[in-house]
């Protein structure tokens, strides 16, 4: 499967709602909603109004990326919002599979995030209960970084691990996503591709994304 997410991080807020649609016309799958508590990540970017805003523009499923360290008290929030996917950072919270029931509960579809310092196995006893798995191929907190090329190796042992345990999830790539970078992340095994400024900071929006798909 190649699903391409961008990431409205990058977009022009002040032209959302065209943007959105343009990224629409060129083939996007999933709209990306990056959200940043400046605690968690050093960052600062939009909470459930971002994410109601973005609904409003789109027919395709809200994948909302928390980079907060409370998930479980604002969840509710951006499942009113409008969103289809919430995904938290397993190093956010301490009661893992807790949070992954609570969002299941809420009734969206629950993906769990690991930063590039942690390693995949920690997941091993919750990843049979969650509906995605994001690889971070950078530091969370900005866009605009490179790609971290030792994520290739997690992102195989992610495929693996699903393969040998028959399970299900998806796995996303989120960070430093472009036309050079794609190939070699499809070839590890990734489903969902993430993408923030090589689709938004570029001179044709849909034409990015056709590139991206290719
Ligand atoms: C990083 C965010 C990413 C970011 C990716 O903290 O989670 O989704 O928008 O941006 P690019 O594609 O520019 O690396
Ligand atoms: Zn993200």
Known sequence: MKLIAPSILSADFSNLALQISQ???????????????GHFVPN??????????AKKCTKLPIDVHLMISDPDKYAEDFVKSGADIITFHQEAVIHVNRTINF???LGVKV????????????????????????????????????FIEKSLDKIETAAK???????NYLIEVDG????????????AGCDVFVAGSSVFHTE??????????K
């Open 23 to 37: 990224a629409e016309s060129g083939g996007a799958d999933w709209i990306h909603c990056d959200v940043m508590d």
């Open 204 to 213: 044709n929006i849909s034409l990015s994304i056709v590139e991206l798909k």
């Open 176 to 187: 430093g996503i472009n036309k050079k970078t794609i190939q070699d992340v499809e070839r």
């Open 103 to 105: 969002i299941k509960s």
């Open 111 to 146: 993906g769990i995030a690991i930063n590039p310092s942690t390693p995949f196995s920690v997941l091993s006893e919750v990843v049979d209960l969650v509906d995605l798995v994001l690889i971070m191929s950078v530091n969370p907190g900005f866009g605009g970084q490179s």
């Open 44 to 53: 600062i970017t939009f909470g459930p109004i971002g994410v109601k805003a």
């Open 161 to 167: 691990f699903r393969e040998e345990n028959k399970l």
